[in-house]
């Protein structure tokens, strides 16, 4: 499947306006401050979106994958999770150069609001350059999420 990042949310819920509009701000930082150029598809480009429904982006071209898409409010959908009643979304980054944003947007996204857990076929040791990164542009100590896979083994 490749290089992917997981996350998952109870059935039918929206993150708060206040918690989503901090998570947006902190989304937008961390594009700006990318060295790559960061659309809203790969081969879109126009600007990203972190607004009041939905962050969505991906790197351009070759510097992108699959695109990162977060609504703030889940739909009930039809897939193999509901039976543990949650939604489950990823993102298979294949190691590109967005992935240190991505892990950094999930970082925050588990931060702000506990309720999303997240997984990822990497390690947490290999987060950390992200959390660095993340933390020097944010200005404030950005911890790997305890990844969902971690906590079973």
């Known amino acids: 499947m490749g290089y992917t990042h997981y996350w998952y949310r109870p059935i039918k819920t929206e993150i708060d306006q206040p918690t989503w509009d901090a998570i947006c701000e902190d989304a937008r930082t961390l594009i700006a401050a990318t060295t790559y150029r960061v659309v809203l598809d790969y081969d879109l480009p126009i600007s990203p979106r ?3 429904d939905l962050i969505r982006f991906n790197g351009l071209g070759d510097l992108g994958h699959e695109t990162f ?5 889940t739909e009930p959908q039809v897939d193999w999770r509901l039976d543990k009643r949650e939604v489950f ?3 298979k980054t294949a190691y590109k150069p967005y992935d240190e944003l991505v892990c950094a947007v999930l970082a925050v996204i588990a931060e702000r609001c506990p309720a999303v857990k997240v997984s990822s076929d990497g390690q947490a040791v290999e987060w950390e350059p992200a959390m660095q990164w993340a933390s020097e542009k944010l200005g404030r100590r950005i911890e790997v999420p305890k990844l969902r896979h971690e906590e079973i083994e």
Request: charged content about 25%; glycine content about 0%.
């Open 50 to 52: 972190t607004d009041k």
């Open 69 to 73: 898409y977060l609504p703030r409010v």
């Open 89 to 91: 979304a990823f993102c």
